[in-house]
């Protein structure tokens, strides 16, 4: 019943930007929490951005200033633009909406 799947992820040189998406079904994302997480080769899966129902955001230090969370009520995502991307960004990137983890979307940053 419950459905979460990334995309828009791709190949991006540094500094570019790209943004991805989240789409939830059987789930409502403006009423509960929703969080983009990353998994580098060899590496830990880490917390990248999350918002709330209320439309409270956080991020990671390691890209605040870079990225930005929104919520989009309408189509039901939840949207990661990433600005300045850096080579030490690509992974795998993740969503995690009511506890569920989607497959994840490719991002790589070449140089």
């Known amino acids: 019943q419950v459905r979460v799947v990334e995309s828009g992820g791709g190949l991006v040189q540094p500094g570019g930007s790209l943004r991805l998406s989240c789409a939830a079904s059987g789930i409502t994302v403006s009423v509960t929490y929703v969080a983009w997480h990353r998994q580098a080769p060899g590496k830990e899966r880490e917390f990248v951005a999350g918002?709330?129902?209320?439309?409270?955001?956080s991020y990671a230090d390691s890209v605040k200033g870079r990225f930005s969370i929104s919520r989009d009520d309408a189509k039901n995502t939840v949207s990661l633009q990433m600005n300045g991307l850096k080579p030490e960004d690509t992974a795998v990137y993740y969503c995690?909406?009511?506890?569920?983890w989607g497959q994840g979307t490719q991002v790589t940053v070449s140089s």
């Open positions: 918002i709330t129902g209320r439309g409270s955001t």
């Open positions: 995690l909406a009511a506890a569920n």
